[in-house]
T-cell receptor
């Protein structure tokens, strides 16, 4: 079945460092891809999405490009802030049922 | 526009009891999905409703059920609670059903079973 694999965390960075969180997927057909963020004690917030190959999703300085050839959707940010500390989830939208299938999440900790 | 609301936010129940959780979607959204989040299993899909009909169901036992009302509000019920049902239950709404449709999540209901 469809699945999403994320890099293990936690990822610890200093403020203003460059961020990459790796995400790869396995799916039949052409899924849509999403990044969600979860702050402590809260639900998930949609960060960005891409619906077809080579699409780039972007929001709040975060970017991810849908790479069909490598089945990847890596999240990047050029300069992280302490307020970016959270858990980030990569997800795909299953074509047959439209449910979201999530990766295991990657915790990001940004130090001042 | 108000976001997805879930009530209650926290709940403590005893093993064997049953529980009902409520979700109000964003105004105008007709699809509601439920997910269970646990440290061990991560985020898992429970079920999805659209126009009062359950369209999809995840791999959970029959103790987990749900419904959707004509105003799109949804409830999920868990009967005969087990310790392993302790989790954060998240509700998400979307305008329509489709692969690229964005799902917006509520803050969740934290269920603790003792």
């Amino acid at each position: 079945g469809d699945s999403v694999t994320q890099m293990e965390g936690p990822v610890t960075l200093s403020e203003e460092a460059f961020l990459t969180i790796n995400c790869t997927y396995t799916a039949t057909g052409y899924p849509s891809l999403f990044w969600y963020v979860q702050y402590p004690g809260e639900g998930l917030q949609l960060l960005l999405k891409a619906t077809k190959a080579d699409d780039k999703g972007s929001n709040k300085g975060f970017e991810a490009t849908y790479r069909k050839e490598t089945t990847s959707f890596h999240l990047e940010k050029g300069s992280v802030q302490v307020s970016d500390s959270a858990v980030y989830f990569c997800a795909l939208s299953d074509h047959s049922s439209y449910k979201l299938i999530f990766g295991s999440g990657t915790r990001l900790l940004v130090r001042p | 526009k108000a976001g997805v609301t879930q009530t209650p936010r926290y709940l403590i129940k005893t093993r064997g009891q049953q529980v009902t959780l409520s979700c109000s979607p964003i105004s105008g959204h007709r699809s509601v999905s439920w997910y269970q989040q646990t440290p061990g299993q991560g985020l898992q899909f429970l079920f999805e409703y659209f126009s009062e009909t359950q369209r999809n169901k995840g791999n959970f036992p029959g103790r987990f059920s749900g419904r959707q009302f004509s105003n799109s509000r949804s409830e999920m019920n868990v009967s005969t609670l087990e310790l392993g049902d302790s989790a954060l239950y998240l509700c998400a709404s979307s305008l329509e059903v489709g692969v690229g449709n964005e799902q917006y999540f509520g803050p969740g209901t934290r269920l603790t079973v003792t």
